[in-house]
């Protein structure tokens, strides 16, 4: 059986000392260990940013891809081969920007994957700049008056247009994160973990002791139903969107079984594989 440390990679993270990501990193190293999953049953799709590196330090197929493209990438993958664990990662200004389009469509189709969005509420690859998810107000190199608009609310946009799981968790909190990621690739469907991981270097307002001071962990919540929409959505009201744990859960068809012929395909268990000489061939002709 893997361990945490077969999810490994030789390659060292250039992240920043304090940043975010590290968590989230070991967070599903873990996750997937203890869900005894090996890693030539995963595939990490990552898209551009500081979080588009995790795929290179987290041993599986991995796949780097465009920028805001990793949603369509990791949806093909899916659909290619079944039998995978799928999971796509990037950041906020990766999906909810440029891939806003792309991650709306992924909700509402209930593509079998996860998708792990490290939020930290500012570009922080191209050094500081105001990201969909910044606050109105916030002053960055892009917005030195103020931002003037108002933040993406991607959970919410989750959540009504059809997400099967949503969750938000904390890179201050390892031990709720990897529980979470736990249960959002254990589901079956589109599952978003929404995770505020700070970035230490340019963003000094959402640091690890802000959200410390606003975070509100819906696990210590009396009677709270994540199979309630209304109370989920009143919850991310009530606290301007800083909580953390499954947010939201249902049951619903995922894609590929009820897209048209995806049952037959599925029954037949089509071997893709080519053989030797036909991959012989395929190579020669790039050459």
């Known amino acids: 059986m893997a361990t945490m440390k077969d999810f490994r ?5 250039t992240w920043c000392p304090g940043c975010g990501d ?4 070991a967070a599903l190293q873990k996750a997937v260990a203890e869900l005894g999953l090996e890693p030539e049953q995963v595939a990490l799709v990552s898209g551009i940013g500081c979080s588009g590196k995790i795929s290179q330090y987290f041993n599986s197929y991995g796949f780097h ?5 990793s949603l369509p990438t990791a949806t093909g993958v899916k659909l290619a081969n079944q039998d995978l664990t799928v999971i796509a990662a990037g950041g906020d200004g990766d999906g909810y920007g440029i ?3 792309h991650f709306v469509h992924t909700v509402r189709r209930n593509i079998d994957i996860t998708y792990i969005v490290m939020d930290n509420h500012i570009y922080g690859l191209t050094t500081g700049q105001t990201s969909p998810t910044s606050d109105r107000g916030f002053r960055s190199k892009t917005s030195p008056q103020g931002a003037a608009e108002e933040p993406v609310k991607a959970v919410e946009t989750a ?3 059809g997400a099967s799981f949503v969750a938000q968790a904390f890179s201050g909190d390892v031990k709720q994160m990897t529980h979470i990621f736990k249960e959002a690739i254990s589901h079956k469907g589109f599952a978003l973990v929404n995770c505020f991981s700070p970035c230490v270097t340019f963003n000094k307002v959402n640091t690890y002791e802000w959200f410390k001071e606003q975070l509100v962990n819906v696990d210590e919540l009396e009677d709270y139903q994540p199979e309630d929409v209304d109370h989920a959505l009143r919850v991310l009201a009530e606290t301007k969107g800083t909580v953390t744990g499954i947010l939201y859960k249902q049951k619903r068809p995922v ?7 995806a049952s037959d395909v599925a029954a037949a268990k089509l ?7 036909e991959q012989q061939a395929l190579l020669q002709s790039f050459r």
């Open 9 to 13: 990679t030789k390659n060292k993270p």
């Open 22 to 25: 590290f968590t989230v990193l």
């Open 65 to 69: 891809s465009l920028h805001g493209r």
């Open 99 to 101: 891939g806003m389009g």
């Open 159 to 161: 959540i009504v247009n």
């Open 255 to 261: 894609y590929h079984e009820v897209m048209s012929g």
């Open 271 to 277: 071997d893709l594989r080519l053989p030797k000489e």
